[in-house]
C-alpha cells in the first residue's frame, strides 16, 4: 500500500535557523513528490514538487527539497526560517496508475519563535 | 485567474443528516478532486472526476458522491451523515489528469457532524 510517513509531528526552531522536515514514502518504480503548506484555516499550497530530472527540487518561499530514491525520502529544508513560516506542512505522493491521487503523510506542525 | 473556491465555509448538520459541498474549480480545470481532513490529520483522497466523469475512488462508502459540471464547478455530497464525518473537505482542480500535474486546493469546508 502506499503511505508517507512524516516522523516529526512537531518541529520547534528559532527565527533565522536552519530547519529540515523529514518525509519518507514507500518504495514504487515510478513515484512523483510534493510538499505543501496549510496556514491556519486556509487551504494547501504546493511549495515544490518532484517528477523527474536534478534530485534537488527549489521551491517558493526559499524552500527546497532532495529527492533520495535509495532511502526512499524526500526531506525538505530552508537555511532561515521566519516567523511567517509558522504552519502545517505536508509531504504527498503520487503513483503512476493512480489516478494522479494524492496520498499526504500526517503532517508536521513547524513553529518557529523568536 | 481565480482561484478554488469553496462554500459553506463552515457547516453544522446533525447524524443522518445530508450535506451538499460545493466547490468552484480554475478555469479551464478538467479534474477535481475531493479530500477529507480530519483533525490533526492530513488529508485523505475521497474521489476525483475528470471532464464529468468518475476516475478513481478512495476507501469511502457509497454514501459519498460526487458530480462535476461543464461549467467547472463540482459538488460533495454525503448521505447518512457520521459523527465521523466531521472534518474540513478540501476540493483541488488541475488542468489535465497527468500524475504529476499540481492540484491546486480551495480554503475548504469544515463541517461538524452532531
Known amino acids: 500500500a502506499q503511505s508517507v510517513t512524516q516522523l516529526d509531528s512537531q518541529v520547534p526552531v528559532f527565527e533565522e535557523a536552519p530547519v529540515e522536515l523529514r518525509c519518507n514514502y514507500s518504495s514504487s518504480v515510478s513515484v512523483y513528490l510534493f510538499w505543501y503548506v496549510q496556514y491556519p484555516n486556509q487551504g494547501l499550497q504546493l511549495l515544490l514538487k518532484y517528477l523527474s530530472g536534478s534530485t534537488l527540487v527549489k521551491g517558493i518561499n526559499g524552500f527546497e527539497a532532495e529527492f533520495n530514491k535509495s532511502q526512499t525520502s524526500f526531506h525538505l529544508r530552508k537555511p532561515s526560517v521566519h516567523i511567517s513560516d509558522t504552519a502545517e506542512y505536508f509531504c504527498a505522493v503520487t503513483y503512476t496508475g493512480t489516478a494522479s491521487k494524492l496520498t499526504f503523510g500526517t503532517g508536521t506542525r513547524l513553529q518557529v519563535t523568536l | 485567474e481565480t482561484g478554488v473556491t469553496q462554500s459553506p465555509t463552515h457547516l453544522i448538520k446533525t447524524r443522518g443528516q445530508q450535506v451538499t459541498l460545493r466547490c468552484s474549480s480554475q478555469?479551464?480545470?478538467?479534474?477535481v478532486s475531493w479530500y477529507q481532513q480530519a483533525l490533526g490529520q492530513g488529508p485523505q483522497f475521497i474521489f476525483q472526476?475528470?471532464?464529468?466523469?468518475?476516475?478513481g475512488r478512495g476507501n469511502f462508502p457509497p454514501r459519498f458522491s460526487g458530480l462535476q459540471f461543464p461549467n467547472y464547478s463540482s459538488e460533495l455530497n454525503v448521505n447518512a451523515l457520521e459523527l465521523d464525518d466531521s472534518a474540513l473537505y478540501l476540493c483541488a482542480s488541475s488542468l489535465e489528469l497527468g500524475t504529476g500535474e499540481t492540484q491546486y486546493f480551495g480554503p475548504g469546508t469544515r463541517l461538524l457532524v452532531l
Open positions: 478555469s479551464g480545470h478538467n479534474t
Open positions: 472526476y475528470y471532464r464529468e466523469e468518475e476516475n
